[in-house]
Every structure is written in structure tokens, then in C-alpha cells.
């Protein structure tokens, strides 16, 4: 079990996400930067769609009540173990009673904390990913007790590291590919869209980032349509929306980009101020 005796600013359990529910209404949910998570799980050994925690802007504090290994990505947040620093991308030998621990942000918005085996919170609908009233927690909670696999046989504190290379931290480009309704915006509003620079707004979580500057807008609503994790509305005041991975299933602005990728875990990296290009693939 892991004890959660600080919880940090906005840090759930997420895996790969929730899929074969949309007709329902129900979220995707899932990590926000799945190249950050993939390459925790990795090190560790595990599967790629092993539950993480997720954190947001400040990272949890925790108390580990059984022997496992642990592996941080992403945004570095000054990892330490019983207050002695520990580096991102690397596997750490945890022992019972080892509280880990975070300082001020360096890099990035959000950062990931893989433990051998995954964090084995409820199974709903195929996924650990906490939802709200989906899970029974939209978030950890303070004294909250977190069961992972106790891993016993752990003798030797692992070397295991990985030089990766995070320049995508401070990537500017979004890579994106033309949306449903793309063909509809003038040519002077593609070009606007995809040369002038735009900047993240005070706007953004989970659910969606919003852009400050606007993309004037003469286009009609849709029919509510099908919308994904990386969509980018547009709505009828010349706002720019780009949907993640806790969105709505459906939705009725017109749809102008579509994310890739790599570009949302690109943008799950940034926060209010950020700047950001679009450019097509």
C-alpha cells in the first residue's frame, strides 16, 4: 500500500484510458502525457497500460507501507526520497516506510510516478482512471491508502536508467491535422490559424485548454458531432478550444484541427502563458 499524506495540487490514478464507453457518454480519462507514462512503466518493466499517479503543477507526498520500485517522468519537479534527490527516469528501490516527496517545478506541468506492477486502485469499465462520478475519487485524497504489489524480494537498490531526451517540454509546435470542418474556415482564417501564434489561457485542465487570442468566426454550429481528446473547437466568439483527455463525447462547434499524438502530450506539458504554433502535417 501507498499512503497518500499530501495529496498536491490535482494528482489522480490514470492509465492508458476508458475505451468502448463514448456511447455512453463516458470520457476517454487517461493520462494526459502518454509518452511521459509509457516511459515510467517501461523502465520498470511493465506493461504500458499500467496505472500511474498524475500530477499537476505540485507533486503529492507519500509514504510507501511495503518494498517496490518506483520511476518518475515528465515535468521535473525535484523528486527525493526521504529527502535525499533522486532523479527522473530512473528506477529507485522504495522501502517500507520511504516517503517520497516533491520541490518547486523545473520543467513541465505535470509528472507521472510509476511503482512496479501499477497502482492497483478499482477496475471500472475496463480502467483505473479516475473520473468524477465515474470512480469514487476524482483525485487522491490525504490519508487515502493506494494498493500496490508488494514486492518482497527486492534486495538490491536497481541502476536502471534512461537518457531521455525532454526537449519536447519546451516544444512550441502542435502538430495537427486538418479537422471536419477545416474546408469551411476562409483562406485568411486558415492562414491566421495555422501562422499567428497563440497562448494558453488561465482556461486549461483535464477537460480542455483554452486559447487567449481569437480566430474571428463566421462559420455556423454543426449538428452535434463526435469530438476526441486533441479537437480543436471553435466557438461562435472566436475561441479557440482544444479538447483532452477528460472531454465531452460530443459536441457542436466546428471542429478546425485535430491533434496529434505526440502533440497532445506535447500540450499537456503547458500551462497558463504558454505559447503555442499550430502546424499541419
Given at each position: 500500500?501507498?499512503?497518500?499524506?499530501?495529496?498536491?495540487?490535482?494528482?489522480?490514478?490514470?492509465?492508458?484510458?476508458?475505451?468502448?464507453?463514448?456511447?455512453?457518454?463516458?470520457?476517454?480519462?487517461?493520462?494526459?502525457?502518454?509518452?511521459?507514462?509509457?516511459?515510467?512503466?517501461?523502465?520498470?518493466?511493465?506493461?504500458?497500460?499500467?496505472?500511474?499517479?498524475?500530477?499537476?503543477?505540485?507533486?503529492?507526498?507519500?509514504?510507501?507501507?511495503?518494498?517496490?520500485?518506483?520511476?518518475?517522468?515528465?515535468?521535473?519537479?525535484?523528486?527525493?526520497?526521504?529527502?535525499?534527490?533522486?532523479?527522473?527516469?530512473?528506477?529507485?528501490?522504495?522501502?517500507?516506510?520511504?516517503?517520497?516527496?516533491?520541490?518547486?517545478?523545473?520543467?513541465?506541468?505535470?509528472?507521472?510516478?510509476?511503482?512496479?506492477?501499477?497502482?492497483?486502485?478499482?477496475?471500472?469499465?475496463?480502467?483505473?482512471?479516475?473520473?468524477?462520478?465515474?470512480?469514487?475519487?476524482?483525485?487522491?485524497?490525504?490519508?487515502?491508502?493506494?494498493?500496490?504489489?508488494?514486492?518482497?524480494?527486492?534486495?538490491?537498490?536497481?541502476?536502471?536508467?534512461?537518457?531521455?531526451?525532454?526537449?519536447?517540454?519546451?516544444?512550441?509546435?502542435?502538430?495537427?491535422?486538418?479537422?471536419?470542418?477545416?474546408?469551411?474556415?476562409?483562406?485568411?482564417?486558415?492562414?491566421?490559424?495555422?501562422?499567428?501564434?497563440?497562448?494558453?489561457?488561465k482556461n486549461n485542465s483535464r477537460m480542455a485548454y483554452q486559447l487567449t487570442e481569437l480566430l474571428p468566426n463566421t462559420l455556423e454550429p454543426i449538428i452535434t458531432s463526435v469530438v476526441l481528446p486533441g479537437t480543436v473547437q471553435l466557438t461562435p466568439s472566436g475561441q479557440l478550444i482544444i479538447l483532452m483527455k477528460d472531454c465531452q463525447t460530443t459536441g457542436g462547434y466546428p471542429r478546425v484541427l485535430q491533434l496529434s499524438n505526440t502533440a497532445i502530450n506535447i500540450l499537456a506539458q503547458k500551462f497558463t502563458g504558454d505559447e503555442l504554433v499550430f502546424s499541419l502535417i
Amino acid at each position: 500500500m501507498v499512503k497518500v499524506l499530501q495529496t498536491g495540487f490535482f494528482t489522480s490514478v490514470q492509465d492508458l484510458g476508458r475505451f468502448g464507453y463514448q456511447q455512453y457518454g463516458v470520457p476517454y480519462a487517461g493520462v494526459m502525457d502518454e509518452r511521459a507514462a509509457l516511459i515510467a512503466n517501461l523502465l520498470l518493466g511493465n506493461t504500458k497500460n499500467n496505472a500511474v499517479l498524475e500530477f499537476t503543477m505540485t507533486g503529492p507526498k507519500l509514504q510507501f507501507l511495503c518494498t517496490t520500485k518506483i520511476c518518475i517522468s515528465g515535468g521535473d519537479f525535484q523528486p527525493k526520497l526521504n529527502s535525499i534527490p533522486i532523479n527522473n527516469n530512473s528506477v529507485i528501490v522504495v522501502k517500507e516506510d520511504d516517503i517520497l516527496s516533491f520541490g518547486a517545478k523545473k520543467s513541465g506541468f505535470r509528472g507521472y510516478i510509476a511503482v512496479l506492477g501499477g497502482f492497483l486502485t478499482d477496475v471500472v469499465m475496463k480502467s483505473r482512471s479516475m473520473f468524477k462520478n465515474v470512480t469514487q475519487h476524482q483525485t487522491i485524497q490525504k490519508n487515502l491508502l493506494l494498493p500496490i504489489k508488494n514486492a518482497v524480494t527486492i534486495e538490491k537498490q536497481s541502476n536502471a536508467s534512461l537518457a531521455v531526451n525532454n526537449v519536447y517540454l519546451e516544444e512550441k509546435i502542435i502538430t495537427a491535422h486538418k479537422g471536419p470542418e477545416f474546408h469551411k474556415l476562409t483562406i485568411q482564417q486558415q492562414k491566421k490559424l495555422l501562422n499567428a501564434g497563440f497562448t494558453v489561457s488561465k482556461n486549461n485542465s483535464r477537460m480542455a485548454y483554452q486559447l487567449t487570442e481569437l480566430l474571428p468566426n463566421t462559420l455556423e454550429p454543426i449538428i452535434t458531432s463526435v469530438v476526441l481528446p486533441g479537437t480543436v473547437q471553435l466557438t461562435p466568439s472566436g475561441q479557440l478550444i482544444i479538447l483532452m483527455k477528460d472531454c465531452q463525447t460530443t459536441g457542436g462547434y466546428p471542429r478546425v484541427l485535430q491533434l496529434s499524438n505526440t502533440a497532445i502530450n506535447i500540450l499537456a506539458q503547458k500551462f497558463t502563458g504558454d505559447e503555442l504554433v499550430f502546424s499541419l502535417i
